[in-house]
């Protein structure tokens, strides 16, 4: 489970203070598909930023699979981090000077596990995203879609618990958007718990809670409602 109480995270410079977070509350269970939605500036990213260990926070608690966080060392945040939580962003993030199976393979080089599990996780991911016959191609010959399934390849070979993903649609059209909400669905399916930020009402409706953040606070959010189970994704891996 993914717990946050009365958080508060502000910015401050020498003439003003922005309160990004405001006594903002969320759970999340285990293998829940959470989207959050918002305006811009209403503290989306940053939620998702403290929620994947990557910014601290000022008041408040944050349990992480049971791990109380705060208080935490540098070492011990990064390590939690990589045991625990899978990243996909807007821009792909991928390494262009590197082959696909490379790109996958640099957050598992960072737990340092021996290159035959390394090899068949590899394997697993981009088999699951429907690329393992582009395994050594370079980003700059997939197209946006591609890309964006081989950043979530690279998330998910860690096994994460849980997986963020902040406006991993945003670079896409609307074809290939609908592939990758595919894709995350079918994981989710799987066990991973997914928390998606997004602009689009059409993909968080996709999901099976809405939270909407508004000023830094936990606004609404709809309950659980079932959707169509989506297709295998593989048959889509040459779009």
């Known amino acids: 489970m993914l717990a946050m109480r009365h958080i ?17 509350s969320l759970e999340v269970a285990e293998g829940e598909f959470v989207a959050v939605t918002g305006p811009s500036g209403s503290g989306k990213t940053t939620f998702l930023n403290v929620a994947g260990l990557l910014e601290g926070f000022d008041t408040g608690t944050y349990h992480l699979d049971g791990v109380d966080t705060n ?5 011990a945040r990064s390590r939690l981090r990589n045991e625990k ?7 792909f993030n991928l390494i262009p000077d590197l082959d696909i199976f490379d790109n996958v ?9 021996k290159a035959a599990e390394r090899r068949e996780r590899i394997t697993s991911a981009l088999d699951l995203v429907g690329l393992a016959s582009r395994a050594h191609h370079l980003p700059s010959q997939l197209s946006g879609g591609q890309q964006q399934r081989v950043a979530i390849a690279r998330a998910i070979a860690g096994d994460p ?11 896409l059209d609307s074809l290939m958007a609908r592939q990758v909400m595919d894709l995350l669905e079918q994981i989710n399916e799987m066990g991973t718990t997914i928390v998606l930020v ?39 891996a040459a779009g």
């Open 161 to 171: 618990k849980f997986l963020l993903a902040d406006e991993p649609t945003g670079n």
């Open 105 to 113: 393979d640099v957050p598992l080089r960072y737990r340092r596990m």
């Open 198 to 236: 997004t602009h689009d009402p059409e993909l968080a409706r996709r999901a099976q809670r809405n939270v909407q953040v508004i000023d830094g606070q936990v606004s609404d959010f709809r309950p659980y409602e079932p959707h169509a189970q989506p297709a295998t994704f593989a048959a889509a």
């Open 71 to 75: 208080g935490l060392s540098d070492d």
């Open 8 to 24: 508060s995270k502000v910015f401050r410079t020498d003439l003003i203070e922005t309160h990004a977070l405001r006594d903002f």
């Open 85 to 91: 939580i899978g990243f996909i962003f807007q821009s």
